[in-house]
């Protein structure tokens, strides 16, 4: 016989013998997730994850501060959980969407927010806008935690805000872990992240870190104009005549007299918030709100700002009051703050920006400076953040 057909004939029997095989086989069989479908119903869906790896941003967006902990879906997914989880409070009764509210950019409309027990927090709370597209990596007004990994744990061991302090008795950290090692939908979306149950700080910031990064706001009309366009310096064509003089004037810097009143040039604002991500410059110091909610004294080590994006809503609408006191709550006032910057006794952490020469900054601000200011403020507005399901409650 041929090797030819010896060679088909051993080919024929080849395939036989694996169909054969195969029909002895056992099927494939899909995890199933009891105890997530009975607690989120069709709100988390582990075989059809939501998007938040993959998100689309302008080209013209280059800031990114992820560092290794690179967003997946499966881990943002389990941070949006852990974010609305009211187990990670002491006594059950909130969550950290209690004080970074979807419906307000991730922020609070309450000067302060509510903590465990009648406690509140100590400053006003922050919006959550953008923050994966920032220089500054370091995170709350004061910057004391280094990453935005170790602030997502800190407020759930605050004695006021969440109660994992281990003082007076409250269970510490330790604690929250063990009490979410014992609740079953944890058990599967931490079997269903990391291959085990294991419940870890490490694992807390890291999720937690991702959903809050995901958090992205690019569908303003300001970033429809920045697309049509090389830079900032360019007339947007999308822009009336007054969002286009406001863009100017918080991109050019301004010229000042030796009494540090301005004769000329823009209002400056981008030399600390700089477009197109409209983050905080880290080498920021103190911008003269200096104030304690609702005590005397002075904050001087305030340094940090969230994004201007979504500062407020399309409509005009700001979302929360402004600054870590609230103290500011139009932005109006906000202008008029940093129109005349007066030089406080005992603030020696002022940043230079807003004293030049030695003296606090005079913008000699018309009505058109900040009627064209403000207007072009709003087109910063973004639309989605408000409703994507993605990054709202999962516990519906």
Not at 87 to 103: A, F, M, P, R, T
Not at 154 to 160: E, K, L, R, S
Request: glycine share 8%; net charge neutral.
């Amino acid at each position: 016989m041929k090797k030819s057909s010896l060679f088909v004939i051993g080919l024929i029997l080849t395939i036989v013998i694996f169909l054969s095989c195969s029909k002895n086989t056992d099927p494939v069989v899909t995890p199933s997730y009891p105890a997530v479908s009975d607690a989120f119903g069709t709100t988390i869906n582990l075989s059809n994850l939501a998007n938040y790896a993959v998100q689309p941003r302008p080209a013209y967006i280059q800031k990114d501060n992820s560092g290794g902990n690179i967003i997946t879906n499966a881990k943002a997914t389990l941070g949006r959980v852990l974010f609305y989880d009211k187990n990670l409070s002491v006594d059950q009764s909130i969550s950290c969407g209690n004080c970074h509210k979807q419906e307000f950019a991730f922020s609070d409309t309450a000067l302060v927010s509510n903590g465990v027990l009648n406690g509140v927090t100590g400053r006003h709370s922050m919006r959550l806008i953008n923050t994966r597209f920032a220089n500054e990596s370091k995170f709350f007004w004061n910057e004391r935690a280094a990453s935005l990994e170790i602030q997502t744990t800190q407020p759930i061991q605050d004695h006021a805000e969440m109660g994992f302090s281990g003082i007076n008795g409250r269970a510490n950290i330790t604690g929250l872990l063990s009490r979410l090692q014992g609740i079953a939908y944890y058990n599967e979306l931490f079997n269903f992240v990391y291959g085990n149950s294991t419940v870890t700080e490490g694992r807390l910031q890291e999720c937690l870190a991702q959903f809050i990064r995901s958090i992205q706001s690019f569908d303003s009309k300001y970033d429809a104009g920045r697309s049509q366009v090389a830079s900032d310096n360019q007339n947007f064509p999308n822009f009336s005549a007054l969002e286009n003089t406001g863009k100017n004037l918080f991109i050019a810097p301004p010229v000042f007299n030796q009494a540090g009143v301005r004769t000329a040039g823009g209002l400056g604002c981008n030399g600390c918030h700089q477009a197109p991500e409209f983050d905080i410059d880290p080498n920021t110091r103190n911008n003269g709100i200096i104030g304690i909610i609702n005590a005397p004294g002075l904050d001087l080590l305030n340094t940090r700002a969230p994004s201007l994006r979504d500062l407020t809503k399309s409509d005009g609408t700001v979302n929360s009051p402004m600054m870590h006191t609230g103290a500011l709550k139009t932005l109006q006032a906000v202008l008029g703050h940093y129109g005349t910057i007066n030089l406080t006794a005992g603030n020696n952490n002022l940043d230079p920006r807003l004293r030049p020469n030695g003296n606090g900054q005079q913008l000699q601000l018309t009505a058109n400076d900040v009627n064209a200011l403000t207007a072009f403020l709003q087109t910063l507005a973004g639309t989605a953040v408000y409703s994507d399901k993605k990054w709202s409650s999962p516990f519906q």
